[in-house]
């Protein structure tokens, strides 16, 4: 009888053996690549934190908007100028100067478009991206948001606030400056959907997507 709990014993001894050595040789490092590629996660998000840590944006004012282009530059309106910014190379420039109140921009392809907004108007500046101006529309009522139709930029939706302060979506022809009010009413918000096309989104039931 004893002898055979002492079997029992050394068979539990050895099985509990077996597994710690399983476990210690599976966390020990024998599979270099997978713990390689681990470190280098952690490693290139580390990198990226404090690239931009030591290199944060040198506005003056503040941060209004930001966009990027298809070459991965950054551009940030600061109320009277434009930055564009090369994270990669840590560099900056004033791409555009001189503005009263810029707080929006949009990137579309080659063009740069800035809202200088005023107190009682505001003005759609649009540039090439070496900074050369190509056009000035003046707009009448305060632009909340703009977004383009079309991959050229040659429609631009605006979501504006009138002088009842109704906001209502206008679409702006930034070749012939035509201007059109679409019949949309208590507007939230809006985005494109698919091509030249846009997703409202309307005060009702609770809210209400509508495709234009």
Known sequence: MVRKYQRKAINIFLLAAMLLAALTSSCSGDDKDSIKVDYAALENIRIISEGYYVFPPPVTYDML??????SGLLYIADKDKVLRINPEKQQYEEFIIGLGYCRKILVVQDKFFILDQGNEKSILKIYNLKGSILNEIELEYNVV????IDSKGETIALLIIDENQN?????LETESREITSLDFTNIISFC???KNKLCIVTRGGPYTLEIY
């Open 65 to 70: 908007d930001i966009e990027v282009d298809s």
């Open 145 to 148: 948001k703009m977004q383009p």
């Open 167 to 171: 906001k209502k979506i206008t679409l």
């Open 192 to 194: 494109t959907y698919q």
